[in-house]
């Protein structure tokens, strides 16, 4: 199999032992899950399918980021407490991903559940030099780490402008460089706090999925990744904090996926242009929501439609015209070979259909793709 890995630019083949680490940087709960959050999971759930497939056992690890500034103001402004609110929001997403059919995850930790592993984390980069503190604040200073920029090649002036944009103010006195990122910071009146040698506070966003992932994968793992506005900060950070602690490759494949839009911009909790799975099972069935989002190769930006469902539904209809049928040929095959082509489920859909056209039996080959006729 081959993957496109953002570090490298570039398609290469995957390095990959009988276990396969996969780590997907979860949803931070304080409303509902959209679809182009759905498409990031869906495409690890293929993925997955596709190793196990070849014969791999995967681990994927899927986080909860449930303590956050955006679920904390959420929380605030709806008067509830934000543990209460952060269960009410994933108890509607593991509905709508079981809608989609996803395979369940090798664990699904809480950034709450992991405060120790966070606070040795943090202690562990004062050890190394890399880490100081002002009134409370522990940021990690990036001139420490040469290689600050690896995973997503930015420029400073674009890691700067996405650094104002994903929350990472860098016009923050306390910093050295305005790049230097949180590690641990002290809370207001009414948010959680924990104790620490530097008072009590909260863990900076980044910090989280490096200490959740080493304690739960190990130092390496062979696959990384969410959508690809995760790329910057937050990659980039998760990468430098643990590879300087563990003085180990922190990811073999960085793996992003396109970011879907709507009405022409990108689906955003902030803008409201969402569109739901359990919106569109509910217009359908969550067999034909699962197509449709299949129909796009998961590197690529892209815009719902609504004729996107219509268009698989039908393209469902035909394949289980072939349940009957006992002719087989080797689209399965076909299918193996798309999805090891950088997992290219457009061409693998396109087999599937030339084969039910045909009157070959599709079953087994939709199975792969996780679509039960």
């Known amino acids: 199999m081959r993957l496109y890995d953002t570090a490298r630019r570039g398609v290469h083949p995957l390095d990959l032992g009988p276990l396969v680490t996969m780590y997907s940087c979860g949803i931070t709960p304080y409303d509902a899950a959209h679809l182009g959050h759905a498409f990031v999971y869906l495409t690890f759930d293929v993925l997955q399918r596709r190793l196990r497939d070849a014969g791999h056992e995967t681990h994927c690890v899927r986080n909860v980021t449930d303590v956050d500034d955006d679920l904390l103001r959420k929380a605030r402004e709806l008067g509830v407490h934000y543990l209460d609110l952060a269960a009410q929001e994933m108890a509607k997403f593991d509905h709508d991903m079981g809608l ?3 395979l369940p995850v090798y664990a699904e930790p809480r950034a709450t559940g992991a405060i120790p592993e966070i606070l040795s984390l943090v202690a562990a980069t004062f050890d190394k030099g890399v880490a100081y503190e002002v009134d409370g604040w522990v940021y990690f200073e990036v001139a420490k780490f040469p290689r600050f920029g690896q995973v997503s ?95 180990a490759p922190f990811v073999k494949t960085w793996l992003h996926v396109g970011l879907v839009g709507l009405d022409g911009t990108k689906m955003s909790k902030s803008l409201g242009n969402l569109v739901f799975v359990s919106q569109l099972a509910a217009q359908s069935e969550p067999a034909a929501v699962r197509l449709a989002l299949l129909g796009h190769h998961y590197r690529h930006d892209w815009e719902w439609r609504p004729d996107d469902l ?58 792969l793709l996780g679509v039960t006729l």
Not at 172 to 194: C, G, I, N, T
Not at 318 to 326: C, E, I, M
Not at 328 to 352: F, H, K, Y
Request: hydrophobic letters at 40%; charged letters at 25%; aromatic letters at 6%.
């Open 100 to 102: 989609l059919n996803l």
């Open 153 to 247: 090649h930015e420029t400073r002036e674009a890691m700067l402008a996405l650094a104002a944009i994903h929350g990472g103010r860098p016009d923050d006195p306390r910093k050295r460089d305005p790049l230097d990122f949180v590690l641990w910071q002290p809370s207001l009146d009414d948010e959680p706090a924990w104790e620490s040698r530097w008072g009590a506070g909260r863990p900076g966003w980044h910090i989280e999925c490096s200490a959740l992932s080493l304690r739960d994968l190990g130092e390496t793992l062979d696959i990384h990744g969410g959508g690809r506005d995760l790329a910057f900060p937050h990659h980039e950070c998760e990468a430098a904090q643990s590879e300087t602690v563990t003085g």
């Open 310 to 367: 219509a268009a698989a539904q039908s393209r469902l209809a035909t394949w289980r015209s072939t349940l009957n049928v006992s002719r087989t040929n080797d689209v399965l095959d076909e299918v193996r070979d798309a999805l090891d082509d950088d997992l290219d489920t457009p061409r693998a859909l396109d087999a599937i259909d030339m084969a039910a056209q045909s009157g070959y039996s599709v079953a087994p080959a939709a199975a």
